[in-house]
């Protein structure tokens, strides 16, 4: 089983980026689409992103596209978020996750399409 640790939270203004890291270890990180998910205090977790296996068909959350990018470096078994002119409301903590496929797939309910989790780190956006 692939264990994943995420790192790069903290706290931001509004406007302003962060990168958030998670490596992995353990598992097959190579062969899997690998995700992101955030959770504001009482609120669900949402999906924010995800991508294939091979870094291809990145695929975003609505409300954060054209602001967040995923990436991924499989030979540093890590994944990436990229996040710029961040929100108040961006304010959670994300979590990274790994895809039960290599291709990226999504549907009414994401994180079923995910079956291993890292702890997440806190992002806090002040206005």
């Known amino acids: 089983q692939v264990q994943l640790v995420e790192s790069g939270g903290g706290l931001v203004q509004a406007g302003g980026s962060l990168r958030l890291s998670c490596a992995a270890s353990?598992?097959?990180?190579?062969?899997?689409?690998m995700g992101w998910f955030r959770q504001a205090p009482g609120k669900e977790r949402e999906f924010v992103a995800a991508?294939?296996?091979?870094?291809?068909?990145?695929y975003y959350a609505d409300f954060v596209k054209g602001r967040f990018t995923i990436s991924r470096d499989n030979a540093k078994n890590t994944v990436y978020l990229q996040m710029n002119s961040l929100k108040p409301d961006d304010t959670a903590v994300y979590y990274c996750a790994r895809g039960k496929y290599s291709i990226v797939v999504i549907t009414s309910t994401p994180d079923r399409e995910f079956d291993d989790w890292g702890q997440g780190t806190q992002v806090t956006v002040s206005s």
């Open positions: 991508i294939g296996s091979s870094g291809s068909n990145p």
């Open positions: 353990g598992g097959t990180f190579n062969r899997r689409a």
